[in-house]
């Protein structure tokens, strides 16, 4: 089936620093891929995504691309903020054809914690 | 825009009480999702549906049922709670068109203890 593997947290930077969160994927097909982001006490909301090899999402100085060779879909961003503190989440849906309904595989989420 | 609505926000209840979280969305979206987040881990999928009068197990069905009368509803019905199901319930939605890049909505979750 599928999977998502992200590294493990809490994954804390200096304001500036810069921002690598690695994500792997196990998928038979072609499945999108985005980065989800959960700021403290609220739901998920969509970052960026990728539909399909070499894409490149980019979204509020975040950026990651699509790469079917390795099967990765790493998160970076050049400069960090403190209000990037939150837990972001790399997910696959299913490619389509495969029986309908989008439905999200979540890797266990990065808390990102950003110092002043 | 109201977007994704779910209530309650949070929930105590005893075990063995049922309760149902209610979910309604104002998009006009035929897919519908219930997740469920422990901590330190992703979402888990307990039921989706693609449309009005159809619904499907996820990855964590046991323990829940839903139903979609409409489009805009999508309630979660716990029977006889058990602390197992203590966790953070989201609900979600999506157009069914566009492939499998469409982006997901979510609600902004309700807490459920189970004592």
């Known amino acids: 089936g599928n999977s998502v593997t992200q590294m493990e947290g809490p994954v804390t930077l200096s304001e500036e620093a810069f921002l690598t969160i690695n994500c792997t994927y196990t998928?038979?097909?072609?499945?999108?891929l985005f980065w989800y982001v959960q700021y403290p006490g609220e739901g998920l909301q969509l970052l960026l995504k990728a539909t399909k090899a070499d894409d490149k999402g980019s979204n509020k100085g975040f950026e990651a691309t699509y790469r079917k060779e390795t099967t990765s879909f790493h998160l970076e961003k050049g400069s960090v903020q403190v209000s990037d503190s939150a837990v972001y989440f790399c997910?696959?849906?299913?490619?389509?054809?495969?029986?309908?309904?989008?439905?999200?595989?979540f890797g266990t989420g990065t808390q990102l914690k950003v110092e002043l | 825009n109201a977007g994704v609505t779910q209530t309650p926000k949070f929930r105590i209840l005893k075990i063995g009480q049922s309760m149902t979280l209610q979910c309604t969305q104002d998009m006009n979206h035929n897919y519908m999702y219930w997740y469920r987040q422990d901590p330190g881990m992703g979402l888990k999928l307990i039921y989706y549906?693609?449309?009005?009068?159809?619904?499907d197990k996820g990855e964590v069905p046991n323990g829940y049922n839903v139903s979609r009368s409409t489009t805009e509803d999508f309630p979660l019905r716990l029977e006889l709670a058990a602390p197992s199901q203590t966790s953070v319930y989201f609900c979600?939605?999506?157009?069914?068109?566009?492939?499998?890049?469409?982006?997901?909505?979510f609600g902004e979750g309700s807490w459920l203890t189970v004592v």
């Open positions: 549906s693609v449309g009005a009068g159809i619904t």
């Open positions: 997910a696959l849906s299913d490619p389509p054809d495969t029986g309908g309904g989008n439905k999200l595989t």
């Open positions: 998928a038979t097909g072609y499945p999108s």
């Open positions: 979600a939605s999506s157009y069914s068109t566009g492939g499998s890049g469409n982006t997901i909505y």
